[in-house]
């Protein structure tokens, strides 16, 4: 073998020999972008330990940046439906219905792993992990209680437009009363709100009904029928004769019981 065709076989062996003996790089595992709300996190998933090799001047950032974005969302998503919510809180929780839970687990998961690092344990560490479990767990009953909470507040809404609407047709209604006083008494408005249902005549009368309950008349006012007082039992065959079609009747009563 020549002088040159040795060199190069000489070169070529140390070449495999000290790339066989240099460490392995390890893959870098890169934040991803999380928009949600109209703020921005960055997050990493990370296997096993190796949360504990990240820079932990940009991994502090990260999990920072997550836990800001719960905050922003507990914030924004009110608890209970007594509490004012925005205009935007019912789409920001349809969204993190399906969004956030996957957020959620892997912000878990980095931060029980982070708790095995040397670091962690120092400095703002500790107080971030805390501030982040309990976002974790605040999040979690907030995703599964703000669905009832909703309802019931979009429940009660309805009920108060239907009230306004009743008493809207309730008096159109009053209007085409004739000036006379009928032969028999007469239904102009029926309503029902729940277990009650309502009657009301043109003389000033009033029968309810609760549930399954007997009927109750209450009389109309001495100045609306001048002395002319029909028997009970024809107010109460008058309601029996009114349309229940016509009754006008509360949305989602099942859903309003528990309000």
């Known amino acids: ?30 934040p991803q972008p999380f928009d949600f709300g109209g703020v921005r996190a960055h997050q990493r998933a ?11 001047r940009f991994l502090l950032d990260e999990l920072s940046s997550v836990n800001g974005l719960l905050k922003t969302f507990l914030k924004a998503v009110p608890e209970g439906s ?35 690092c040397a670091f962690a344990a120092t400095g703002a560490w500790p107080a971030l992990i805390d501030r982040g479990q ?9 995703l599964v209680s703000a669905p009832e909470a909703l309802r019931v507040l ?8 239907w009230r306004k609407e009743r008493l809207t047709q309730q008096e159109a209604a009053r209007r085409a009363c004739p ?21 009301l005549f043109c003389d000033g009368a009033q029968v309810t009904r609760e549930g399954q309950r007997p009927p109750q008349l209450e009389a109309a006012p001495e100045e609306f029928n001048r002395g002319r007082r029909p028997a009970a039992g024809a107010y109460l065959g008058a309601t029996g004769r009114f349309s229940g079609a016509a009754i006008m009747s509360a949305p989602g009563e099942e859903a309003l019981s528990a309000w």
């Open 134 to 142: 309990a976002l974790i767990d605040q999040t979690r009953r907030r």
């Open 179 to 199: 000036r006379k006083a009928a032969p028999s008494p007469r239904v102009y408005f029926a309503w029902r709100e729940g277990p009650l249902t309502t009657w």
């Open 82 to 116: 007594a509490a004012a919510w925005a205009e935007g809180a019912v789409s920001l929780l349809d969204e993190g219905a399906t969004r956030l839970p996957p957020l959620l687990q892997v912000h878990a998961e980095g931060l029980a792993a982070l708790k095995g």
């Open 46 to 56: 990370f296997a096993g330990e190796a949360i504990c090799e990240a820079e932990p």
């Open 154 to 161: 979009q429940a009660a809404r309805a009920l108060e437009a």
């Open 1 to 30: 073998m020549s002088w040159p065709a040795r060199s190069r076989a000489v070169s070529w062996s140390l070449w495999l020999l000290l790339g066989a003996c240099a460490p392995v790089k390890k893959s870098v595992v890169r």
